[in-house]
């Protein structure tokens, strides 16, 4: 029996598109072989990348002003190249630090300082070593002659996440959209990079995607070499390396599979409903369950909430891995309890959820 699996990353996959994988396994079509032991030069495997782009294309209305690429390196690598091919000396980039991985970012492009311009702290909402909310408006200290501007669009770790789409001007806006990545639409226009570790929303650990305008990465520096530089992915179409040929397989599946169901509408209304039913269960038993997010910065892709003891929530993510409910104790850096509920779990998840921890509470209040 599967298991309901809250894990923040890698995480959980629909069904549909795992059986698939498992029926194509072994022989990919008639080709006499997996999808694994093709060519990427091939035409079989060329048929699956390109779908993949297409499915994404049509599923988030991509401008032809933009690229879809397939990256290695997980958001990791972009926080460094990111400032290496679009933060040149003398110039500056914006960062808006509000949690673990903008940090991370930030943190990154400093230590390139030495071969790139300065990578600043325009915002941060870090109070006592933990972050409770998204910042405002009025709150971003932007720089109109920055090379970028850069922001996570969730926290995976702190259970945040960004409603609005920051305002920076003229800037070049990049997002690492890693943990909310087609939990739906948003306007591609507005970015000049958006990129996304796919190990939380849209498929296996492995590739990221990332979806770039293309007179931006035509304006990156030309004196790096060439597989460190975003114009040699986009110019040969993310296969100028051999790429995570099973991951993209398992993208297509993904994305085909949402498409199925409805498109990016359809997922987003079934991520809202699933954060209202959690939510709304740990309002209504906020003498037992405490949400530590400012409820305008919530995330609907991953829900933090502490228990009135390090005892009980150990308690809690015992008894629920008991009851089939695995994933659920929060990250080491901070405790408690944390629920990825990303696109692949489903409401019905949700309500066991709920149910569990209402018998939880009654027993143990």
């Known amino acids: 029996m599967r298991?309901?699996?809250?894990?923040?990353?890698?995480?959980?996959?629909?069904?549909?598109?795992?059986?698939?994988?498992?029926?194509?396994?072994?022989?990919?079509g008639k080709s006499g072989m997996s999808i694994m032991e093709h060519s990427h030069r091939g035409k079989d495997y060329d048929a699956v990348h390109n779908e993949a782009i297409s499915l994404l294309r049509e599923l988030l209305d991509?401008?032809?002003?933009?690229?879809?690429?397939?990256?290695?390196?997980?958001?990791?690598?972009?926080?460094?190249?990111?400032?290496?091919?679009?933060?040149?000396?003398?110039?500056?980039?914006?960062?808006?630090?509000?949690?673990?991985?903008?940090?991370?970012?930030?943190?990154?492009?400093?230590?390139?300082?030495?071969?790139?311009?300065?990578?600043?702290?325009?915002?941060?909402?870090?109070?006592?070593?933990?972050?409770?909310?998204?910042?405002?408006?009025?709150?971003?200290?932007l720089d109109s002659n920055a090379a970028y501007a850069h922001y996570t669009t969730n926290n995976t770790i702190f259970g945040t996440q960004?409603?609005?789409?920051?305002?920076?001007?003229?800037?070049p806006l990049i997002a690492d959209m890693s943990s909310d990545f087609i939990w739906k639409k948003f306007d591609v226009s507005k970015y000049a990079l958006a990129y996304a570790g796919a190990q939380k929303n849209i498929g296996p650990s492995g590739v990221?995607?990332?979806?770039?305008?293309?007179?931006?990465?035509?304006?990156?520096?030309?004196?790096?070499?060439?597989t460190l530089k975003y114009?040699?992915?986009?110019?040969?179409n993310s296969l100028f390396n051999t790429p995570p040929t099973f991951s993209i397989y398992m993208v297509r599946n993904i994305l085909a599979w949402v498409k199925e169901i409805g498109g990016l509408?359809?997922?987003?209304?079934?991520?809202?409903?699933?954060?209202?039913?959690?939510?709304?269960a740990i309002d209504a038993m906020s003498d037992f369950y405490k949400s530590p997010v400012e409820k305008d910065s919530r995330s609907y892709m991953n829900?933090?909430?502490?228990?009135?003891?390090?005892?009980?929530?150990?308690?809690?993510?015992?008894?629920?891995?008991?009851?089939?409910?695995?994933?659920?104790?929060?990250?080491?850096?901070?405790?408690?309890?944390?629920?990825?509920?990303?696109?692949?779990?489903?409401?019905?998840?949700?309500?066991?959820?709920?149910?569990?921890m209402e018998k939880f509470k009654k027993a143990n209040g």
């Open 231 to 236: 114009s040699t992915v986009a110019k040969n």
């Open 62 to 141: 991509v401008p032809e002003t933009h690229d879809v690429l397939f990256m290695q390196g997980g958001a990791h690598l972009q926080f460094s190249l990111i400032p290496l091919n679009f933060l040149m000396p003398g110039k500056s980039a914006d960062y808006l630090t509000t949690g673990h991985w903008s940090k991370v970012a930030l943190s990154e492009a400093k230590a390139l300082s030495a071969m790139v311009g300065t990578a600043r702290e325009a915002v941060t909402t870090e109070h006592d070593g933990v972050f409770t909310r998204i910042p405002k408006q009025d709150e971003l200290e």
């Open 3 to 28: 298991v309901i699996n809250f894990n923040a990353g890698p995480a959980g996959l629909p069904l549909p598109p795992l059986e698939r994988a498992q029926k194509e396994f072994l022989e990919f």
């Open 162 to 171: 960004w409603h609005t789409i920051p305002e920076v001007g003229n800037v």
């Open 303 to 356: 829900v933090v909430f502490r228990l009135p003891s390090q005892a009980l929530e150990e308690k809690f993510v015992a008894e629920a891995k008991a009851a089939n409910m695995v994933g659920l104790k929060g990250h080491r850096a901070v405790g408690g309890i944390r629920a990825s509920v990303y696109n692949a779990v489903s409401v019905e998840n949700i309500q066991s959820l709920v149910d569990f």
């Open 208 to 226: 990221v995607v990332a979806i770039a305008r293309k007179d931006f990465v035509e304006s990156g520096r030309t004196d790096l070499s060439k």
């Open 265 to 280: 509408d359809a997922i987003h209304a079934r991520n809202l409903k699933k954060g209202e039913l959690l939510y709304g």
